[in-house]
């Protein structure tokens, strides 16, 4: 009775109403449009990505030298050491030839964040010397050192970063009271350089049993977490020398290690190759072509690499892709395909 009575205002009140609710519905034409224009601008991002990598002819499954150093001592005792000016040498090496440092954690994380057209390098450092690290009274470390090295090298050439590993043992940087331990390694950590693991003693794995590798391995991290509040991600093995079961130096009851480097003697797989083996990634020692070294050390796979540019690292500026040849298709981890911008 009360529609009769409202007559042609209630007609309408009810045409304005569905009026109302037909404006609100979605606009099906504009929404198909709108879907359309972020397909082509993501198309025409994934586009234009592409060409820069082809201009740089990046290569990110290419191969990466991870270089090993022990002592820098004025006086060279053994092939192991470096004089302060060799180990100039070596990084003035590496900055002409556009090398930009990267730590083994980063590394195997896949987050070698460099710029396009450059190629990583891994600084490795073993044995936890005191030539690589001392500390004067002010908190400063002393001339000729490793890390002084470093950021000397670093201050002369804008852009190139002084990232390196240093693989700890129990000698602690031939410190042996807790505070001056704390000390060595807290200044590392802030100064953006890793602390690995080297083991307690620096002992031949091979041949050990489960609980003698565990015990090396797990009682040197708990030492660096106890001084630093660091987990060591990656692990040096002594002489290169794998456990027999070679989880045994990435897992144990203290530690979880996402890298396990050995000693020697070739360059690196990209982290997203599926040559790549996280727990027995070689490493090259630094040494001019002398011996065995005429082959096998850091002089001769630098020149390798060189001149064979086809096979080496080389990024393409953005750490969210994984840039690369078409052709090298075959050699990419499936984990990775959601990265991947081949050209």
């Known amino acids: 009775m009360r529609l009769r009575i409202l007559g042609g205002v209630g007609l309408v009140a ?8 037909d404006s609100q519905q979605p606009d099906t034409a504009k929404l198909t449009d709108t879907k359309a224009n972020a397909a082509a601008k993501v198309k025409a991002g994934k586009a234009a990505k592409t060409k820069a990598a082809a201009k740089v002819k990046a290569n990110e499954l290419g191969q990466i030298p991870v270089l090993m150093w022990h002592r820098i001592v004025p006086k060279p005792q053994t092939t192991d050491d470096r004089s302060p000016q060799q180990f100039r040498a070596d990084l003035e090496r590496l900055v002409r030839e556009d090398y930009v440092p990267v730590t083994a954690a980063e590394m195997v994380a896949g987050k070698i964040d460099i710029p396009a057209g450059k190629h990583p390098v891994v600084l490795t450092f073993d044995d936890s010397s005191p030539s690589q690290l001392t500390l004067n009274e ?3 470390p002393q001339k000729d050192t490793a890390v002084a090295i470093l950021k000397e090298v670093a201050a002369k050439h804008k852009g190139w970063r002084p990232a390196a590993t240093f693989y700890v043992t129990r000698d602690m940087f031939g410190k042996t009271v ?7 390694l807290l200044w590392l950590k802030d100064n953006g350089f890793e602390i690995g693991n080297h083991t307690r003693d620096h002992l031949n794995l091979r041949g050990r049993s489960q609980k003698e590798v565990e015990e090396q391995i797990g009682t040197i991290g708990k030492q660096i977490n106890s001084l630093s509040y660091v987990n060591p991600t990656t692990i040096a093995l002594p002489y290169g020398n794998q456990p027999r079961n070679k989880q045994w130096a990435m897992r144990g009851k203290q530690y979880n290690h996402h890298g396990a480097f050995l000693a020697g003697y070739t360059p690196a ?3 997203f190759s599926k040559s790549f083996d996280a727990a027995g ?13 005429a082959q096998f050390c850091s002089a001769a796979w630098l020149d390798w690499l060189k ?12 750490v969210s892709t994984v840039a690369y040849p078409k052709y090298k298709t075959p050699y990419l981890r499936k984990s990775f395909t959601t990265w991947s911008l081949p050209y």
Do not use: F, H, W
């Open 138 to 140: 002010m908190g400063v």
């Open 14 to 21: 009810a045409a304005a109403l569905v009026a109302g609710c």
């Open 307 to 318: 001149n064979n540019p086809d096979m080496r690292y080389t990024s393409d500026g953005d």
């Open 269 to 271: 797989p990209a982290p």
């Open 178 to 184: 807790r505070e001056e331990q704390a000390q060595a």
């Open 281 to 293: 990634i070689p490493r090259i020692k630094v040494m001019e072509k002398k011996g065995d070294c």
